[in-house]
Every structure is written in C-alpha cells, then in structure tokens.
C-alpha cells in the first residue's frame, strides 16, 4: 500500500506549472529543482528562504526565483492540516520565545551546527591555559568563577572584543546574553546527509574585567 503524499503532489504541480510558463515565454526547457530535491523539500518542509540551502541541489538562483513560491505552498499545506490544540499560558510563552530557533532546522542555526568562531560573538574555551579546569566549574556549584587563563596577546583581543560586544548589547537591548555551550554533539544523518554540531546545554555566565584579568562568574 503506498501513502499518498499530498504535499509532494503540490509541489511536483508548481514546479509542472512554473516549467510551462518559462517555456511559453522563452521556449526553453527548464529543470528548476530535482525529483530528489522536491522530495526533500516535501519531507523538511523549510518555513524560512535561508533553509533552502540546506537541500540539496539548491542554489542562491532558485532562492532567488523560486523559493518564495514553494514557501508558500508549504505554509498553506501547513495551515489546512493544522489541528486544535490547548495549550497552556506558560508553554504559549516557552514556544513562542523558541519559535525561531525550533523551525530553522538548517546549517545557518547555531543551535545545530556550531560552525566558524567570530571574534564579536564568541570564543573557544580550549584556548585558554587552564581549560582542564572548566569541567569541574560547570559541574560543581561550590566555584562560582573561573579565571580566562590566555595563552596571547591575539586570544586577549579576542575576548576582549566578545567582553565589548556583551556589554554593547546589554546597553542597546536591556538583555545578557552569554553563555558556555557544553558538551557538543558532533555527528551527521546519514539519510538527509545532514551534519550535526550543537551545543547540548547552554550555561548563563558573565565576564568581568580587572584591568587585563578577565573572570567568568555563574548567572543564576
């Protein structure tokens, strides 16, 4: 027994349309994106343009041309297949904070690939000489602090400007936001070929300066 898939049969139906109307226009045969690529789309169901790049075969030209067409397919089969549900204030409130972390399932979320370090919005903690030491900060509830033990003049700017850019937001928004990211899960889905390397948990801290010492404090 095979199950129909209705959104698929959508999609295949827009892209069926969208190589008619190029071709009435130019006479010219167009592919516009793969079976493999549709199907994709159909089982990921990106909700954001950027999530596009994380099927395969797509490029910045159909993001361009065509994404915007087959998001709205996508929002409108959501829509109709929507059920009911009581949901209470405080989940209401959870949800709504994480929506835009829970739908971005692509490589441009930080909460799942961790890719390239920016000197503005953060820094690896293995650089620092006492590193050994961060495990049994985050662990034991007995150490408050943890001394940033640099091993140079370069890893000093750097958090240096992470210590500009923390307090630069604070400023501006009101808001805190820094936190140690471990431990990290590294792997990939084998099946969506989709690579993983995200943080498990995220622990509050703040950084406080004394002159060139900087020191991470525990955020309750």
Known sequence: MM???KLLEQLIDLRTELRLTHFNKTGEQIIILSDAALFEVAQKRPLKQNEFNAISGLDEDFNKKYAQKFLSIIKSFNQSNLKSVKVSKQASKVL???KDRLTNMSKTNSNLYMGQIYQNHSFDLTLIENNLELKDYLTNNRIKNLKLNY????DERHI?????EVNKTQIETGSYNL???YPYV??????DKFPIKAPLLYFPVKIERT???FTLK???
């Open 151 to 154: 091993r140079s003049d370069a």
């Open 96 to 98: 709504h904070h994480y």
């Open 179 to 181: 936190y140690i990211a």
């Open 160 to 164: 240096t400007k992470l210590y500009r």
């Open 186 to 191: 590294e792997g990939i889905f084998s099946k």
């Open 3 to 5: 199950h129909k898939n």
């Open 211 to 213: 002159l060139r010492t």
């Open 218 to 220: 525990k955020d309750s």
